[in-house]
């Protein structure tokens, strides 16, 4: 068990560009979340899939995000046309139950920054 | 809507003293779950502790301890003799339980500072 991998660790962009990160959770966890931290806040939630189906994205933030999850095992998080605002550190966090929270496992995160 | 207030930003205190996070919840829901994560300086979430809305009994692990108060709303986090290696960000959080699946509803955090 390696835990949740996410990569890049840090990616800097210039606004405008698109970007992807990848997430790479728990093998045997079938369910994973991405969350956004911005600086001095806690997380908040983005989207949320269930083996490859995304099952909740009313909660990205525009049109510009989007995430896949094909074949049910990694993720991506997509950001078109990259703002400043959109810095911030995403997190994935994978689990294998749907009892709320339990075993819910986070990556370390990618940190965007938009200059 | 649900909502957590973790109204201390910022906790400083010296080796070996006892600190004592504060954590006030909203909820609409009767059951439900709140949570303790720490934050490092390296970014990663470390989940610390899970409690259900029908168990409060207070919980202690070593130096942690958790008072979790249902008539106020209160889930509070008590750090007995506080190390160096306890600076970090922590967090309390409340589950949402959405058709199936749960999501987490994150207080802004409290940066607890350990000098020797």
């Known amino acids: 068990d390696t835990g949740v991998s996410q990569n890049p660790r840090h990616k800097i962009t210039k606004r405008g560009q698109n970007v992807t990160f990848r997430c790479d959770p728990i093998?045997?966890?079938?369910?994973l979340y991405w969350y956004r931290q911005t600086l001095g806040q806690g997380p908040e939630f983005l989207t949320y899939?269930?083996?490859?189906?995304?099952?909740?994205k009313s909660r990205l933030l525009s049109d510009r995000f989007s995430a896949e999850r094909p074949k049910g095992s990694f993720s991506t998080l997509e950001i078109q046309r990259t703002e400043q605002g959109d810095s911030a550190m995403y997190l994935c966090?994978?689990?294998?139950?749907?009892?709320?929270?339990?075993?819910?496992?986070f990556g370390s995160g990618t940190r965007l920054t938009v200059v | 809507a649900q909502k957590v207030t973790q109204a201390q930003t910022e906790i400083s205190v010296v080796e070996k003293e006892d600190v004592t996070l504060d954590c006030v919840y909203e909820?609409?829901?009767?059951?439900?779950?709140l949570f303790w994560y720490k934050q490092p300086p390296s970014g990663e979430l470390v989940f610390l502790i899970r409690?259900?809305?029908?168990?409060?009994q207070n919980e202690i692990s070593g130096r942690y301890s958790w008072n979790f108060q249902k008539s106020t709303s209160s889930f509070n986090f008590t750090i007995t003799a506080s190390q160096v290696v306890d600076s970090a960000v922590y967090f309390c959080?409340?589950?949402?339980?959405?058709?199936?699946?749960?999501?987490?509803?994150f207080g802004k955090g409290t940066m607890l500072l350990v000098s020797p």
């Open positions: 966090a994978s689990s294998s139950d749907s009892s709320p929270g339990y075993g819910y496992t």
């Open positions: 093998s045997e966890h079938n369910r």
């Open positions: 899939f269930q083996n490859e189906a995304q099952l909740e």
């Open positions: 909820t609409r829901d009767t059951t439900y779950y």
């Open positions: 409690r259900n809305s029908f168990d409060e």
């Open positions: 959080a409340l589950s949402e339980a959405r058709r199936g699946y749960s999501t987490l509803t």
